[in-house]
């Protein structure tokens, strides 16, 4: 089994909040990732597909066509935009690293016609991704607004 990966970046606002949190919660779980206008980040995906390397082009995926399907699919969506707004699929997510593992890999393992998605990883900083292999996870939606209902 080989393992290939392609990499990609990009750039967006969000803010961390549940909606059904009192805005003392939200601060005192999200802390500065909570900024009611949002902040922003430079993520960074890697999108890991594994399989044999076919023997007449020694490719398990072309990481070409790999490539294209992330920016189509993924980044023409999220670059330069805010995830708690601008983004369908992300509508009502809580925009976590971890969240947009899950979805990411939702919208992409099915449309991977060669080889098989192994692994998301969704790095938020230098010092923070996280990794994501597909076991099932449903990911909460709550309501659409960007700030918590007043107390
Ligand atoms: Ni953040």
Not at 71 to 81: G, P, S, W
Not at 107 to 136: A, C, M, R, W
Request: with cysteine; net charge negative; proline share 5%.
């Amino acid at each position: 089994m080989v393992f290939v990966t392609r990499k990609a970046h990009f750039s967006a606002a969000h803010r961390l909040f549940n909606p059904t949190f009192s805005h003392q919660q939200n601060e005192a779980i999200f802390d500065k990732c909570n900024n009611p206008s949002g902040h922003g980040h430079n993520y960074v995906i890697e999108v890991t597909v594994k399989g044999i390397p076919d023997p007449e082009t020694g490719y398990v995926i072309d990481l070409k066509r790999l490539a294209k399907l992330m920016e189509r699919e993924i980044l023409d969506k999220v670059d330069h935009k805010h995830l708690n707004v601008d983004v369908d699929f992300l509508q009502g997510v809580i925009p976590t690293a971890e969240n947009l593992a899950i979805v990411f890999w939702g919208i992409l393992e099915p449309k991977i016609d060669s080889g098989t998605l192994h692994s998301i990883k969704v790095f938020e900083s230098d010092n923070n991704f996280v990794e994501y292999f597909g076991q099932p996870v449903a990911v909460p939606r709550f309501s659409t607004q960007l700030q918590e209902a007043e107390a």
